[in-house]
């Protein structure tokens, strides 16, 4: 193997490395825990916003309950529990992946698999024999008079 | 003569123009009448000059606060400032459509003008396709929908109005957000018309592409621009701290641009291998059509946004629209389609075209499911009474690793030969690139980036970097070889040569730079919110801000709570000022942020909560973002390399070829 | 593959045009909440004009209307008027009206009612869990909680004296039956 070779695979496996030590499983701190579900809680005076993200009032008292059960150690399913109780599921940001509106998380996939697959389709479809006519007769004469008259 | 006498007389004859117009250019194209379509140019002009009035009466009565408009009474009021009255004109929804007619009546003259100079047929049915457009929207500001000169009777009109919608009129800035916004919209329509009179005419050739480049460009552009600019808005004026919440406003302005910029690849194929004629009509056809249903998701209060404040009787009649659109177009295009079948394949998968043609795949992918996020709340209501949510974390985990792909083949993609590309090519183009991508990486994990995605976009953003410094570096040896110029003249002349080319580079590295900023953001953005007397002060990412007091500013339409702030740490030595505004007409308070920008971070300070009595307490939040500037810059870019790869192309000098035609055709 | 194309994009048209014209139908400001139809979440507040605390256990058996407010509220002034006039005819029976302060002070609160003359027991809902717990969005929000603890019904927004009257009629009709 050529030595560009060598360098992109080696280049490939440094940029795969890299990304598994960031993706290597470390346990969120007490803090991150309530960043992370109070993203998932949508801020019910706001317009779509996330509990995290709202400086409103019923944000930061949202986030002080998700702080309070966090440290009771309550799980990630239970508190978010909780507030589906108190205002339906209306409240999450994102449906759960295992529901029926959890088809939401499927649909990008098969839109881009479905994509792809007939992109390939086309680009591999061998090309229709080119129309190759050469001039007729008629329009020959009829060329040769335009160039004939054509200025200088 | 009053404001509404003017505007409503202005816009009715206008309709009869446009109407006149739509028979006439219809009529020059079917028998190919010269006298027609020079009416139809009149009426054109015509129609732009009554609708310009229109609007400058509609601007005229909001700054004389005319409360006898239903409008400048609901959007006005006597302190509103004089700046902020004249803005008003696309404060609601009335008005918004009046400013998307002036537009597009300037699109009509466009191609009434220029257009059908160049292109007299195709552009005479584009004409008509565009006055029936301006038909419909002027019949919309004649109805009593939307009708902004809609009066109210005589013993009804108030001495003072409403005022403005309190968030809009927190900042200038909402002079140019809006406009961005509806010039990138309208746009669209131009390169709609043009495909849409090919599919009528039966027109086999891309002239009309050709045609509608640049209006594709500056469409794309605009859209590009103002949604930065709406970006912008949402984190400087709104003051939640961030820039995009996949808002259903947000997501009906990008998806159009998403689709728009798949077409500004995909054209290029068809430019360079007469393929995808079919779906260059489709894109063009979907781009225009998403503009509108942005508009309609927008003003018909079918959504719960930032942007919709009341249900309009509005909504039916763009729904309508909508469809019509979406009849005509696919319906034309179906009927037209086996003409346009591609004669050819893409064939090699490691080609220019097949990159372009996968990544107009992800493009159409991400669109999709922005408009799925968008409506699924919809139809889940509307089938079963279940109401849930769609928010950021749903786009944000599909639209990311999506956005990546993407990042990779703009970087591969310009490297590539059109036709295909040999192995030993391949690697000798991305050897450097590839240690760029492994740089990138390392830069990530160093700086302390969580998360695989913002390592990996560190990685891909180097990647493409590298890819287009190398290109430049080719382009401006070639030259040098070729012409013995000096590197800077060899570098502008890239730029004259190729602008398409080279300023699609720019436009490269303006989104690198968006993207890594948005990822620099989300990743490492550090956040502390903490209730302090005045005196205290807290820390934050090695920045220490003081408290110093609470104040009041009271102004005729506003009254404010201002938090003083001294910020020093990390070499920074300023004062913020973030608030709480009180509008008259809104209950809750709207904040104003007090922000530091840099070119390493932002440091963001909202005023929470304060106590409204004595002042002797304030929560204040702070937001430590890093990068975020690079966004604003990136947009600026993207925005600077569209104008680029709009130069035209240098002007060929005619040289004079004896060619002897007579022998070659004599002999046969 | 023509024919396929033809399908697929009416399909796709109609689907969209039923979807949006459907979407007519719903009022984006609607927003049912989880608590309808389950037991009242129990608390204990303190009482804004004296020391003592305002819980649901006290008002067992009766029903309760909650009515959450606040003195920076608009709309709550406007409905103040009806809730007087319910007061004052229930006043007594197995019918009871409670205000909730919502994310207000106890100095406003106190010097809202004072001047508008209520005399309905009002609690402060200080750090907001109690608001939270029934799924309130914002004042005024109007709870009717039935003799048997489940939440009944839900009101947003400024309430009028018909629609109290209704809830509370029924709630009675209900418990006077069982």
């Not at chain 2, 080609?351 to 990544?359: M, N």
């Not at chain 2, 003249?489 to 993207?515: D, P």
């Not at chain 2, 007091?549 to 102004?555: M, V």
């Not at chain 2, 690079?630 to 004079?656: E, N, S």
Request: glycine share 8%; aromatic share 8%.
């Amino acid at each position: 193997m050529t030595t560009a070779r060598w360098i992109i695979i080696a280049a490939i496996l440094a940029v795969g490395l890299a990304i598994a030590w960031t993706a290597r499983p470390q346990p969120l701190s007490a803090a991150e825990r309530v960043d992370r579900i109070s993203a998932e809680l949508r801020c019910p005076v706001c317009q779509g916003l996330s509990v995290q993200d709202s400086p409103s009032e019923t944000a930061r008292s949202m986030r002080a309950l998700v702080a309070q059960r966090v440290a009771e150690g309550r799980t990630d399913d239970e508190i978010r529990a909780e507030f589906v109780r108190s205002y339906g599921d209306w409240i999450l940001l994102s449906p759960p992946l295992l529901s029926f509106s959890g088809l939401v998380w499927l649909a990008p996939l098969a839109a881009i698999v479905l994509g792809a697959a007939l992109a390939w389709s086309r680009a591999r479809a061998p090309a229709p024999a080119p129309i190759v006519a050469g001039p007729t007769d008629e329009e020959l004469r009829r060329l040769r008079e335009l160039v004939a008259s054509e200025p200088e | 003569m009053s404001w509404g006498d003017i505007g409503a007389g202005a816009l009715r004859a206008a309709l009869a123009l446009a109407l006149w117009g739509l028979g006439a250019a219809a009529y020059a194209a079917w028998k190919r009448d010269a006298r027609a379509l020079a009416s139809a140019r009149l009426v054109a002009i015509g129609a732009f000059v009554l609708v310009l009035i229109a609007d400058l009466a509609m601007v005229g009565a909001l700054t004389a606060h005319d409360f006898s408009l239903v409008y400048v009474a609901e959007n006005n009021a006597l302190e509103t400032p004089t700046f902020y009255s004249a803005i008003s004109l696309w404060a609601a929804l009335a008005g918004s459509i009046l400013l998307w007619t002036l537009i597009l009546a300037g699109a009509v003259v466009w191609v009434a003008l220029r257009g059908t100079r160049s292109l007299p047929r195709l552009a005479t049915v584009a004409l008509a396709v565009l006055f029936a457009m301006l038909a419909f929207f002027l019949a919309l500001v004649t109805t009593a929908a939307a009708d902004p000169f809609t009066r109210l009777a005589a013993d009804q009109i108030p001495a003072d109005g409403n005022g403005p919608n309190a968030l809009l009129q927190n900042h200038p800035f909402m002079a140019l957000h809006p406009p961005l916004l509806y010039l990138g919209y309208v746009l669209t329509s131009v390169p709609f018309a043009y495909a849409i009179a090919a599919l009528i005419l039966g027109e086999t050739t891309d002239r009309w592409l050709t045609e509608t480049r640049k209006a594709a460009l500056a469409s794309w552009a605009l859209l590009g621009v103002g949604i930065v600019a709406g970006a912008w808005w949402s984190y400087a004026v709104l003051g939640w701290g961030g820039y995009w919440a996949w808002d259903p406003v947000e997501n009906a302005a990008i998806m159009p641009w998403l689709t728009a910029t798949a077409y500004l690849h995909s054209v290029m194929v068809e430019e360079k291998r007469r393929l995808l004629r079919t779906w260059n009509i489709a894109l063009v056809i979907s781009t225009f059509a998403l503009t509108i249903l942005g508009t309609f998701l927008t003003r018909s209060g079918v959504v719960n946004s930032v942007h919709s404040f009341t249900q309009s009787a509005i909504g039916p009649l763009l729904l309508g629209y909508f469809v019509a659109i979406l009849v005509v177009g696919v319906g034309l295009l179906l009927y037209r389609m086996d003409d346009l079948a591609d004669r050819g394949s893409v064939g090699a998968p490691l080609s220019r075209e097949a990159i372009f043609l996968f990544q107009n795949v992800l493009f159409v992918a991400a669109t999709l499911t922005v408009l799925l996020g968008t409506l699924y709340p919809l139809i889940a209501e509307a089938l079963s009474g279940a109401q849930l949510s769609i928010g950021a974390p749903y786009f944000d985990r599909v639209e990311v690793p999506i956005g990546l792909a993407l990042l990779f083949l703009m970087g591969i993609g310009p490297q590539l030969p059109w036709h295909g590309a040999s192995r030993a090519t391949l690697e000798r183009q991305f050897t450097a690139p590839a240690i760029a991508a492994a740089a990138g990486a390392a830069v990530a994990v160093v700086s302390g980036m969580t998360g695989w995605a913002a390592v990996l976009t560190y990685a891909l953003a180097a990647f493409v970097t590298a890819t287009v410094v190398q290109e430049f570096v080719r382009g401006v040896r070639a030259r040098r070889a070729l012409h013995g110029e000096p590197a800077p003249s060899a570098f502008v002349a890239l730029f004259r040569r190729n602008g398409r080319r080279y300023g699609g580079y720019v436009v490269h590295l303006g989104i690198v730079m968006a993207v890594v900023a948005i990822a620099t953001s989300q990743a490492r953005t550090i956040e502390l919110e903490q209730t302090l007397a005045p005196g205290g002060a807290m820390d934050v990412a090695g920045y220490h801000i003081t408290l110093t007091g609470l104040r009041d500013i009271a102004e005729p339409q506003r009254a404010t709570t201002v938090a003083d702030l001294v910020i020093t740490g990390n070499g920074a030595s300023e004062q913020l000022h973030p608030g709480l505004v009180q509008y008259p007409n809104t209950e809750s308070a709207i904040g104003a942020p007090g922000i530091a920008a840099g070119s390493r971070d932002d440091l963001y300070t909202i005023l929470a909560a304060y106590d409204g009595t004595g002042h002797a307490w304030a929560t204040i939040r702070v937001r430590v973002i890093p990068l975020v500037s690079w966004l604003w810059a990136g947009g600026a870019v993207v925005g600077f390399g569209a104008l680029l790869a709009a130069l035209p192309p240098p002007k060929r000098r005619p040289i004079a070829v004896p060619v002897r035609v007579a022998d070659a055709v004599g002999a046969e | 593959m023509n024919r396929i194309a033809r399908y697929a994009a009416v399909a796709l048209i109609l689907g969209l045009a039923l979807t949006l014209t459907l979407a007519f139908q719903r009022d984006p400001h609607d927003i049912k909440t989880g608590t309808v139809g389950k037991p009242a979440p129990a608390f204990a507040l303190p009482s804004l004009t004296g020391s003592e605390t305002v819980s649901l256990d006290q008002y067992k058996g009766k029903i309760v209307v909650l009515n959450f407010w606040a003195s920076w509220c608009i709309p709550c002034k406007e409905e103040n008027p009806a809730l007087t006039d319910v007061w004052e005819r229930y006043r007594g029976t197995d019918v009871v009206l409670i205000g909730i302060v919502f994310q207000d002070s106890a100095d406003a609160a106190r010097d809202y009612t004072t001047r508008l003359g209520n005399t309905w027991a009002c609690a402060l809902d200080g750090d907001g869990r109690m608001a939270l717990s029934y799924g309130v969005f914002g004042p005024p929000e109007t709870y009717f909680i039935g003799a048997d603890g489940i939440i009944a019904g839900r009101h947003i927004g400024p309430i009028d004296e018909q629609t109290l009257m209704t809830g509370i009629e029924t709630l009675r009709a209900k418990s006077a039956t069982r």
